[in-house]
């Protein structure tokens, strides 16, 4: 029934910016701490930026701090990354969910979106 549906990647030269979209369903989306996360080729999935109810804190992952913007719209489920200052190392697949701790151990959020490909190339 969890469902997210992420949007918004593509190709962008290095130093470009992208905006992504997390559409999501299925649960009571203001009341949960969501990330986004980066899997790099060939890597595995990690969470590059959190935001925190009620007061909508935010966490970043050092790599990304100060380039990318995490925030949410309650009202419409959804999440967003905004992605500036793009850098090679960037280049992967989004996705969203919530949050490391409460994604790998309540069997609801067990599943993935087909997340979004971000290229960042010259």
């Known amino acids: 029934e969890v469902q997210f549906v992420e949007s918004g990647g593509g190709w962008v030269q290095p130093g470009g910016s992208l905006r992504l979209s997390c559409l999501a369903s299925?649960?009571?989306?203001?009341?949960?701490?969501m990330s986004w996360y980066h899997q790099a080729p060939g890597k595995e999935r990690d969470g590059i930026a959190t935001?925190?109810?009620?007061?909508?804190?935010?966490q970043y992952e050092e790599s990304v701090r100060g380039r990318f913007v995490i925030s949410r719209d309650d009202a419409k489920s959804s999440l967003y990354l905004q992605m500036n200052n793009l850098k090679p190392e960037d280049t992967g697949v989004y996705f969203c969910?919530?949050?490391?701790?409460?994604?790998?151990?309540?069997?609801?959020?067990?599943?993935w979106g087909q997340g979004t490909q971000v290229t960042v190339a010259s």
């Open positions: 935001i925190i109810p009620p007061d909508d804190r935010t």
């Open positions: 969910n919530v949050v490391p701790a409460v994604q790998a151990n309540v069997p609801r959020f067990a599943n």
């Open positions: 299925g649960f009571d989306f203001d009341i949960y701490a």
